[in-house]
């Protein structure tokens, strides 16, 4: 078991990627945003004993706007070797076992059942496939469960990849790679899915389409309807295929020239 604290902080969507910069900068163990009236919600994992003034100085010193709500204590089974059952989860009928890190990716979150739903109407089978943002790994556990042939997948944060890696011994799910960055996924891909905030994906569009094989495919999730416009000029070259949308949550199913 481990302890962590759970920052709760609640701002407007303009601020987002400059909350989640300065929360990955202090570092934030795990972080999901959730619309929440008009407004977003944030909940931001740290080890307990993390020093919370100096980052509450930051973020106040830099979104000022933003209100912080408070601050949980919890203990969980540390992600990587967790006790306990794992979780099954039913994605696009196929069942997929998780073991919980926490706030990495549990298949309850819109913006990943929507980038199940773009992966599923099209045939995965032997295609080269990049999870950017794999987090417990579970649209890389999917895309091996749908016949892909070969799947890389990247996490940023050393207790996700923990955690994935993890999940894909409980799954069987053989032939994936774990790589920390982008920049490690050598070669280039048939089909990418990044499931990250905007922000990210805006700034890492130019790196993900150099890693897109002519004519490839590319499935964005974790966009907010407002920042809809911003996201498809950063993938300006690709043509938009297919578009959903749960709640505030967009996904978008691209092609490359
Ligand atoms: C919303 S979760 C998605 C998890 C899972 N793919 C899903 O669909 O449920 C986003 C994940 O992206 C990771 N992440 C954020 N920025 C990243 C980056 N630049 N490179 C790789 N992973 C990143 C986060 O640590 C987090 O685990």
Redesign the pocket.
Known sequence: MRDYCIVRLNLTSDLEGEVRSQL?RHPCL???FSPEAGRLAARAYFDADYPLAELRRDLERHAPALRWEGETRIRLPASGHSAGEPVRVALLGREILLRGGP?????A?P??RL??ALLGEIDLRGVSFL??????????ILARKLGAAAVTA????PE?RENAAENFRLNGAGGITLA???GEAEGSYDLI?????SP?LI??GDAILARLKPGGRIVL??ILSGELAEVLRAFRPCALERRLEEAEWRALRLRGR
């Open positions: 990955y795990g972080l999901e706030a990495f990716g549990s298949g979150h913006t990943t980038a199940a999870d950017l943002g794999a987090g417990t790994g579970i649209l890389s990247v996490e940023i944060l996700a920390a960055e982008l899915v990044a499931n990250i905030l990210t700034a890492l999730s974790g």
